[in-house]
């Protein structure tokens, strides 16, 4: 089974930056599209920005500009660097990663996230 654990998150005040990270553990894995999504309170959870196995990128309107979403296939990783954070960017950050169990075409595939972190922007 493939997990996803994510860091970086914490306080930090409007303008300010934060890098998230999202490690798989496993081997043997066969990563597609990684992503970032999140959920703030109330609300419903909303994809951030995606990134495929080719390294293309797609981001949610509001964060262009501002989030960068990169991998690390060597590392199983992918990163959410976030600058000129605002308040309404207040959330819990999940992290998505989907594949195949194996470099078979025919492996099983697999879908997982991450348990969330927490990222607060406020002065």
């Known amino acids: 089974q493939v997990q996803l654990v994510e860091s970086g998150g914490g306080l930090v005040q409007p303008g300010g930056s934060l890098r998230l990270s999202c490690t798989a553990s496993g081997r043997g894995f066969r990563f597609n599209d990684m992503g970032w999504y999140r959920q703030a309170p109330g609300k419903e959870r909303e994809l951030v920005a995606t990134?495929?196995?080719?390294?293309?990128?797609s981001y949610q309107d509001s964060v262009k500009g501002r989030f960068t979403i990169s991998r690390d296939n060597a590392r199983s990783t992918v990163y959410l660097q976030m600058n000129n954070l605002k308040p309404e960017d207040t959330g819990v950050y999940y992290c998505r990663a989907t594949g195949r169990y194996g470099a078979a075409v025919e492996s099983p595939k697999f879908d997982s996230w991450g348990q969330g972190t927490q990222v607060t922007v406020s002065s």
């Open positions: 990134i495929t196995s080719s390294f293309s990128t």
